[in-house]
């Protein structure tokens, strides 16, 4: 069992930065590829990013490439989000999830073992 718990949401103006943290409590964390999703209003829940067990492969949406860097602290048991040059756009919902699957592709699927329970990002124009 895994629990998650996201931190460091806000509001912050456009162009502004935000960092999230996901802290995991558990065993085993570093035998998970943890992710980072996101869900605005009215709309469905997607894929943000992810990272594999050693922190040596990372993948993005097309629409946070650039912008946004995931990264991960094992001995912490955290995975991170930094967000930069922030964009209306951005705002959503931010959820961390921890999948067993061995690849990436479960996590752009947004099949996942466990979810956190969401912290709230709000970019202002």
Avoid at 59 to 74: A, L, Q, W
Wanted: charged residues 15%; glycine residues 12%; aromatic residues 12%.
């Amino acid at each position: 069992q895994v629990q998650l718990v996201e931190s460091g949401g806000g509001l912050v103006q456009a162009g502004g930065s935000l960092r999230l943290s996901c802290a995991a409590s558990g065993r085993a964390f570093n035998h998970y590829y943890m992710g980072w999703f996101r869900q605005s209003q009215g709309k469905e829940r997607e894929f943000v990013a992810a990272i594999n067990w050693s922190g040596g492969f990372t993948t993005y949406t097309d629409s946070v490439e650039g912008r946004f860097t995931i990264s991960r602290d094992n001995a912490k048991n955290t995975v991170y989000l930094q967000m930069n040059n922030l964009k209306p756009e951005d705002t959503a919902v931010y959820y961390c999830a921890a999948s067993s699957g061995g690849s990436a592709s479960y996590l752009r699927r947004l099949q996942a073992d466990y979810w956190g329970q969401g912290t709230q990002v709000t970019v202002s124009s």
